[in-house]
Nanobody
């Protein structure tokens, strides 16, 4: 089995910074794309940022220039540095990873999610 464990998040004032991390562990053969999604109150879950195994990144327009995604392949960990936070960034942030799991069919990749971590930005 595979687990994604997030850390970081919390409460910060507008303009402040927070850092999230997510470590994958378990029966991991390889990890393709890793990413962060968020779900604000009364909203659908949306992509924040994602990064491929070779470091290609993709960001939501709303966070470009403020958030930075990175990963450490040796540690199976993805990070999200969030700067210049705004109240509209308030949401539960979820880690996601596309993984080849050696306890399942290796010909297929599987989508795994973290449990979510709350980020609250006060005005």
């Amino acid at each position: 089995q595979v687990q994604l464990v997030e850390s970081g998040g919390g409460l910060v004032q507008a303009g402040g910074s927070l850092s999230l991390s997510c470590a994958a562990s378990g029966s991991i053969f390889s990890i393709n794309t890793m990413g962060w999604y968020r779900q604000g109150p009364g909203k659908q879950r949306e992509l924040v940022a994602r990064i491929t195994s070779v470091g290609t990144t993709d960001y939501a327009d709303s966070v470009k220039g403020r958030f930075t995604i990175s990963r450490d392949n040796a540690k199976n960990t993805v990070y999200l540095q969030m700067n210049s936070l705004k109240p509209e960034d308030t949401a539960v942030y979820y880690c996601n990873a596309d993984i080849r799991d050696y306890s399942r069919r290796l010909a297929t990749t599987y989508d795994y999610w973290g449990q979510g971590t709350q980020v609250t930005v006060s005005s």
